[in-house]
């Protein structure tokens, strides 16, 4: 078994080679000649590289290609795919490969491999959900046809995600050992200490230029000391810490629809789950205080506030991604008169301790959110406060999932959602899946919304997808959007901040999703030093 060097002496020896390694490279940084990158920016994967158990499936998984994938502007591009077909049925996908690409030992990627990945992944049990990919096929060696078991637009997410793996060189190891056909090979994984990548000499795509990448694992304050050392060339920062000054380094603020919600309980108290789980809550399932939130609550306090002004106001699952509905948008936030005006009309009236009643039933509700995560604290304290003033008294208590679990559909809870995947919507709204895990865990239920849901998924292309989309949000008259029935108060949008090097150009990104799997290294192909000015001018 490997000996595991303490987290202290691991992070010491790393800065002590890292400032040899930094004054050999100190001329060539500053010439743009420096070939590789020592990162610090987020957690290792719990369950490794294997993208048929999910590694990858909120960015590029690095290590492998994928069939298509999203440019900067969410347009569907080719990867390993040079063309793919639906038919007028919606139920074949026809996928033509390259003939040219090599996984990292050397050996051809062909339509096996692909049919190989899909059954693996179908049999993984794990959130790479293929229940509808009812057969796999190679027709030649570069051709692939998949069937699914209905019409479904977001398989095409599935094409965009999921990382090819070599039927060859696939083992129980393979999570710890990845071979693939994408642009950097593994070389060496330390759990919880490094990760050390080198470039693939097969790869087909444009070559990047970092011929070696070191990913550390270090805390955030460990990760903040580093750079403050000059140890690290991009390393994640909270808001708390972007405004700190580090030599030689810039802050890089990134947009992302990586949201902070409260989901809340759509039905009344109705009795409880086969697991003896509470169902429900009287005083969320009124709409007028769904609503009255919806309004009251001042977003852009929340940004500047408890974000330091790095997010947006969130309004949805989904701001600003293709099948988002900008009517949505709630251009006066913050407007309590009118929250308490929809109360009033509705019969919520302020008792003598200023706390509204409507039947008996007291305008108080529990509001929950996991116990290890300081924004969410924070995000659920101030809702809470600013919520107040409406006669609306919310009780806030961190918990661990497990305990959350326990009041799921029945208690408020601050949430984290935010993915390049349309169907995140439906796994959020649709009465189909309510009450499946952390599914629709309010009960949420719409007829007119789970109908433009399935003309959403039986949709044959993404344009007639994404318009479906955004009817269920709001179609003028109903919809799951707080213009609708309010299920959600949704809240800020998250910017990904880091400290990168200064002359250090990653180029033009995607709105972000959730922090998963280092969506930052999407395009990493493109990263590279800015070139001297006064050297080119020279010459």
């Not at 990919?133 to 046809?145: F, K, N, P, Q, R």
């Amino acid at each position: 078994m490997r000996k595991l060097i303490p987290p202290f002496c691991f992070l010491l020896t790393v800065l002590l080679i890292s400032c040899v390694n930094q004054d050999k490279n100190k001329g060539d940084r500053k010439e743009g000649q420096k070939d590789q990158l020592i990162l610090a920016i987020g957690g290792e994967p719990d369950n490794g590289f294997d993208p048929t158990t999910g590694w990858g499936q909120y960015a590029s998984p690095l290590f492998q290609s994928t069939l298509l994938k999203y440019d900067q502007d969410f347009n569907i591009v080719n990867d390993a795919a040079v063309d793919y077909k639906v038919s007028e049925d919606g139920l074949k996908w026809t996928v033509q490969l390259r003939d040219d690409i090599k996984f990292s030992d050397g050996e051809p990627l062909t339509a096996n491999d692909v049919v190989f990945t899909f059954k693996t992944a179908k049999n993984s049990a794990s959130i790479v959900d293929l229940t509808n990919l009812s057969e796999v096929e190679a027709i030649d060696s570069y051709t692939v046809v998949f069937t699914l078991n209905s019409r479904n637009s977001t398989f095409i997410h599935h094409l965009t995600s999921l990382g090819l793996v070599p039927e060859h060189a696939y083992d129980n190891s393979y999570n710890e050992n990845p071979v693939g056909s994408g642009p950097y090979i593994l070389v060496q994984w330390d759990r919880g200490q490094q990760l050390i990548l080198k470039d693939n000499p097969y790869y087909y795509g444009k070559k990047p230029y970092f011929k070696k990448l070191i990913f550390l694992f270090l805390s955030q304050d460990a990760a903040f000391a580093a750079a403050k050392a000059g140890q690290v060339d991009m390393v994640s920062v909270t808001p708390s810490l972007a405004e700190e000054k580090v030599e030689g380094m810039k802050l890089l603020s990134l947009k992302s629809v990586d949201n902070r919600g409260v989901v809340l309980p759509f039905v009344p108290n109705e009795g409880k789950t086969v697991n003896g789980r509470a169902i429900g809550n009287n005083v969320t399932s009124d709409i007028a205080i769904r609503k009255a939130m919806n309004i009251g609550v001042d977003r852009e306090a929340l940004v500047n506030g408890i974000l330091k002004g790095y997010g947006t106001p969130a309004y949805s699952i989904a701001d600003h991604l293709p099948w988002w509905n900008p009517e949505s948008e709630i251009k006066n936030g913050g407007d309590l008169e009118k929250a308490k005006e929809i109360l009033e009309d509705s019969g919520w009236q302020e008792n003598k301790n200023g706390i509204r009643e409507k039947n008996g039933v007291k305008a108080e509700f529990t509001l929950l959110y996991p116990s290890n995560d300081r924004t969410r604290q924070s995000l659920s304290i101030a809702f809470a406060d600013m919520i107040r003033p409406l006669g609306i008294k919310v009780t806030v208590k961190g918990k661990n999932w497990k305990g959350i679990e326990k009041e799921l559909h029945s208690s408020a809870v601050l949430f984290g959602l935010g993915s390049h995947d349309p169907l995140e919507l439906y796994n959020a709204y649709s009465s189909k899946v309510k009450g499946q895990g952390y599914n629709n865990s309010n009960y949420y239920a719409n007829e007119v919304v789970d109908a433009y849901f399935e003309k959403a998924l039986s949709a044959t292309s993404q344009e007639q997808a994404n318009t479906y989309w955004k009817k269920a949000q709001w179609d003028g008259k109903t919809g799951f959007s707080n213009k609708g029935d309010a299920p959600w108060v949704w809240l800020v949008n998250i910017d990904h901040l880091f400290l990168v090097r200064e002359n250090l150009i990653i180029g033009p990104q995607k709105l972000q999703p959730h922090e998963h799997d280092w969506p930052i290294t999407d395009f990493i192909e493109n990263w590279h030093w800015e070139v001297n000015k006064k050297r080119s001018k020279e010459q």
